[in-house]
């Protein structure tokens, strides 16, 4: 499978996923349709679906659109999200299938929005998978709790995204990567993981280049949400518990001004 970015609006991305036996394509968060139909156009790909994350407008807010220029798209989207558009509710465990070589599975990771899924999938043998997480797990960061709590958050990233295996690349959607890893080091100073990610985010930002994907390890390393269970954070920030820290984390990351 091939995956190409199309960065949108101000920091988003959508995706294109192609299967390369056939050509069809899946797209991620069309926000924009039109940007995303040319990308399949010049990758000679046939677009079949859209996997929306979550019902936030800057992701689900170009399905209608997509829908009447492109006929018969089906449009996939949680079935707790009242998704603008969709056409196929999917809960946790769904599976669907994209051309010849390429599978898909909705994973509910709820506490962004209710009904937020990210989608993990897998191409060819000897292909690295891959899972679009939306505003779940960001690059070094979480989205926002703006329907959840801090359980659910943690059962999200440290249980059903940190089961996955560790070579999966992460596709997230924004680009919030390097004042993630700033805050990051404000955590874990001394991490070094952190501090060699920053300085390489930084250059890829200055010559206009994504920070994305990342790889479930890495984020395992460098991701401060996802490192709760560790017993140097858990004293640092004061708590006793795996989410009592990543209550504690998001508190300091909304107030933090970077």
Known sequence: MKIFHVPCLQDNYSY???????????????????????????????????????????????????????????????????????????????????????????????????????????????????????????????????????????????????????PTQVYCGHEYTVKNLEFALTVEPNNEKIQQKLAWARQQRQADLPTIPSTLEEELETNPFMRVDKPEIQEKLGCKTPIDTLREVRNKKDQWRG
């Open 16 to 166: 294109l996923i192609i299967d390369e036996s056939t050509g069809d394509a899946a797209v991620v968060d069309p926000v924009d349709p039109e940007k995303v139909i040319a990308s399949a156009e010049q990758h000679s790909a046939k677009i079949k679906f859209v996997l929306t994350t979550h019902h936030h407008w800057d992701h689900a807010g170009g399905n209608e659109k997509i829908k009447q220029l492109v006929p018969e798209i089906k449009v996939y989207g949680g079935s707790l999200d009242k998704v603008k558009g969709c056409t196929d509710a999917v809960d946790n465990g769904d599976k669907l299938s994209l051309g010849q070589d390429v599978n898909i599975l909705a994973l509910h990771t709820p506490c962004h929005t209710k009904g937020h899924i990210s989608y993990y999938v897998t191409g060819k043998e000897g292909e690295n998978p891959a899972v679009f997480t939306g505003d779940t797990l960001f690059v070094a960061g979480c989205g926002k709790f703006f329907e959840g709590t801090a359980e659910q958050m943690h059962q999200s990233l440290c249980v059903t995204l940190a089961s996955l295996p560790k």
